[in-house]
């Protein structure tokens, strides 16, 4: 079992740093940022400058040039590059609270369960080269939990489904503790990049990421509205054999199969980590059922998924994006 780890001071910020958005809150005022987790730079490598971040860097997403480059600094969860998370961690900061006095910001900042050691000490470096002076991190899994209302201190077995952009994390909570936890670096970009390759390949159609998260959501609502998914999917790209712009229809079906994939990779998880899980704690997750926080959650073809195949109850968190923050912020005014 793994113990939960607590804070004696409460820190100025809590940062859910996530691989699609950023949430920052205070005591006082709750979220005080919430944009998209993005940079973009110009200059070389070695002299690189922060031209737009957030929101104004989404709208330069797929439109890089020789001399402007965007980027997302995290990957699966964890920092991809710790420059531009420095950059975007200033900048978001500057956003919400303004410039901190050197030596004086505290912050907690959520982590993937399964981060190493060296990924945490990289988001501990950009952190305070940001101008954060002390930095405590949190498990977002454990986060998420307090954030939905979870009382993870009760002795009764409770199952968190994390459903991310870049990471998808299980975790059997007892005691004010981890009891089994499970993870797989992927999320809902992974099924945006799932998108872009198969058209890529099989169409030869190049799509941008824009385009393949709206081709993603309007195929789930799809799916949700007609299990066959018989219909079809306007998609707006470049022709790779003439490389002039398009709009084709894809057959919904055709789709629907990487979305298949995708939600069985996470009933495949939970069910691993479930066979491994002491039989008391099954009977009460099977009593109480899974509960789903993130970004992906509110894609209710999960939870029917997870229903179908393990047998188990499964709800949808309320504010199921913002658990992991609720729960960061909770540390804040307790």
């Known amino acids: 079992m793994y113990k939960i780890l607590t804070r004696k ?18 005591a006082a005022e709750g979220i005080v940022f919430d944009e998209p987790t993005l940079c973009c730079f110009s200059g070389d490598t070695g002299s690189k400058k922060l031209v737009a971040a957030g929101l ?103 199952m968190i489904l994390e459903c991310g952009a870049g990471l998808t994390e299980a975790v059997v909570l007892s005691l004010g503790g981890l009891c089994g936890r ?28 824009n385009m393949a998260e709206e081709t ?27 490389g002039l712009p398009e709009t084709r229809s894809i057959p919904a079906r055709e789709l629907a199969a990487l979305v298949g994939r995708h939600i069985d990779a996470i009933a495949d998880l939970s069910a691993n980590l479930l066979s491994n899980t002491a039989p008391e704690l099954c009977d009460d997750i099977y009593s109480r059922g899974i509960l789903l926080t993130g970004g992906s959650a509110a894609i209710s073809l999960i939870g029917q998924t997870l229903t179908d195949r393990i047998g188990v109850p499964v709800a949808i968190a309320n504010q199921s994006k913002s658990c992991v923050a609720y729960g960061l912020h909770s540390g804040l005014v307790h």
Request: no cysteine.
């Open 9 to 26: 001071h409460k820190p100025d910020i809590a940062i859910d740093l996530g691989t699609a958005n950023t949430r920052i809150m205070t």
């Open 56 to 158: 104004d860097a989404v709208k330069m997403r797929g439109h890089d040039t020789n001399d402007l480059d965007v980027v997302r600094p995290l990957s699966f969860g964890v920092l991809n590059d710790i420059d531009a998370t420095r950059a975007f961690l200033e900048y978001a900061i500057q956003a919400s609270i303004g410039k901190p006095r050197r030596g004086r910001l505290t912050a907690t900042i959520g982590v993937p369960t399964d981060a190493t050691s060296a990924e945490r000490n990289a988001l501990m470096t950009a952190a305070r080269d940001a101008g954060i002076s002390s930095v405590s991190l949190v498990e977002e899994t454990i986060a998420a939990a307090q954030g939905a209302g979870i009382e993870i201190d009760s002795p009764t077995g409770t």
């Open 182 to 209: 499970a993870a797989i670096r992927k999320g809902g970009d992974s099924l945006d990049r799932s998108i872009i390759d198969h058209l890529h390949f099989k169409h030869k159609f190049l799509i941008g990421q």
């Open 216 to 242: 993603k959501l309007t195929l789930v609502d799809q799916m949700i509205a007609d299990a066959g998914a018989s219909g079809s999917i306007d998609v707006k790209g470049r022709n790779m054999t003439n």
